[in-house]
């Protein structure tokens, strides 16, 4: 079967604005300034403009923009960082790259995100930092967890990489908490065409430090001050993300309308559920996830008539093998599991058409239907 709506479809988005990145690629291939050039400082500029921030570092992706937020923190060995367990395993991966512990917290059944509720009692008296993440495209309860912080004088550092353009309460998310983390890999709502991060922040003195660690610890150059990383933003990826940052409202508008066409049409059939959108925030919706108790075959049924979908995520952190050494096991974040049983991720991207949605959505009621039929 031919694929007849893709999950994520690139080659439109690239094919309707071939002109303007081919130029904007061309422009750094003329100029050789391949190494933090004008595209680089330029997107830094407009991206921290956009958020709202007075500082944005480009760096080389989200795990790189969480790991260096964590290390100009002074978060290291010996301490604990609250990170969801609801979460793409980079956030967790930021806290062990640093050599400190992530300790997970479960998350709210209907958005998704991290439980205040729960935080407090995942705090030590090794807890450094929360790391909420803004997942799926809807913030967390940022207010809470800042209260929560100033409690027990923990930093927060907010993981916006599902989040570009999202809303909490009017302000951008990546922009509240002292420091923000994005990744633009291709796939995300503001996409680079390769790997790609940033780093925002209104400290100067936080800003300075994670612009020196990703630049080999260099005050000025072969000035090392410290012992930092090649942890940089390329030009060429600048460059693509200069020309689309541009299109970022139109793009989140559209996908919002699609995920509205997708509730309408697909309200009350057969057990499916949507995650519910917080009063507190907006949605981008990076990702359309809808719940279903029969979610593999619900997926194939799709897959044979050329729909793709994804899950996000089929196995929650404190089940993967890579963090055993944590010593969590089954049921020790039921609602995570729960959700990572019954989520399906529907295709989500700007450019999908109303016909695209409508047949996606007549597949899944003719699924259900048979299914009811079969009994
Ligand atoms: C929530 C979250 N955090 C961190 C990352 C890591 O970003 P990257 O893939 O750019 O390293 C991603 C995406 O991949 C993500 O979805």
């Known amino acids: 079967m031919d694929v007849k709506v893709p999950f994520v479809d690139l080659r439109i988005q690239y094919r309707n604005l071939q002109s303007e990145i081919d130029s904007a690629i061309r422009g750094v291939l003329e100029r050789c300034d391949f190494i933090l050039g004008s595209?680089?400082?330029r997107f830094e500029r407009r991206f921290a403009e956009y958020l709202g921030v007075k500082h944005g570092i480009g760096v080389s992706s989200g795990l790189d923009a969480l790991h260096l937020a964590l290390r100009a923190l002074g978060i290291g060995p010996g301490d604990e960082v609250i990170v969801p367990a609801n979460t793409f395993v980079a956030t967790a991966l930021a806290v062990s790259m640093v050599g400190a512990k992530p300790v997970l917290v479960d998350c709210v059944r209907e958005t998704y995100n991290i439980d205040p509720a729960q935080i407090e009692g995942a705090i030590t008296e090794r807890t450094r930092a929360i790391i909420p993440v803004h997942l799926t495209g809807q913030a967390a309860d940022l207010d809470a967890v800042l209260a929560i912080a100033r409690r027990h004088g923990l930093r927060v550092i907010e993981d916006a990489a599902q989040a570009h353009g999202t809303l909490y309460k009017g302000r951008k998310c990546g922009s509240i908490a002292e420091v923000g983390c994005f990744s633009f890999y291709?796939?995300?709502?503001?996409?680079?065409?390769g790997d790609a991060g940033l780093?925002?922040?209104?400290?100067?003195?936080?800003?300075?430090?994670?612009?020196?660690?990703?630049?080999?610890?260099?005050?000025?150059?072969?000035?090392?001050?410290?012992?930092?990383?090649?942890?940089r933003l390329d030009t060429l990826q600048a460059a693509v993300l200069n020309v689309k940052l541009r299109y970022l409202d139109e793009w989140n508008h559209l996908r919002a309308r699609h995920a509205e066409a997708y509730r309408n049409l697909l309200s009350g059939v057969g057990d499916l559920r949507f995650q519910q959108v917080a009063e507190f925030s907006t949605h981008i919706y990076h990702l359309f996830i809808v719940e279903t108790e029969y979610r593999e075959n619900l997926r194939q049924y799709l897959s044979s008539h050329g729909v793709q979908t994804g899950i996000h995520y089929p196995i929650p952190i404190h089940l993967l093998e890579a963090y055993r050494d944590l010593g969590y096991g089954e049921g020790d974040f039921p609602r995570?599991?729960?959700?990572?049983?019954?989520?399906?991720?529907?295709?989500?991207?700007p450019e999908l058409t109303e016909e695209q949605i409508s047949y996606v959505a007549q597949r899944i009621r003719?699924?259900?239907?048979?299914k009811g039929a079969r009994g």
């Open 39 to 41: 595209e680089v400082e």
């Open 366 to 370: 003719e699924f259900f239907d048979r």
């Open 199 to 231: 780093v925002a922040t209104n400290d100067d003195a936080l800003a300075e430090r994670i612009r020196r660690l990703r630049n080999y610890g260099q005050r000025v150059k072969y000035e090392h001050v410290e012992k930092g990383v090649n942890c």
């Open 186 to 193: 291709p796939g995300k709502n503001l996409g680079a065409y």
């Open 336 to 349: 995570t599991e729960y959700l990572a049983k019954r989520m399906l991720s529907l295709p989500m991207y």
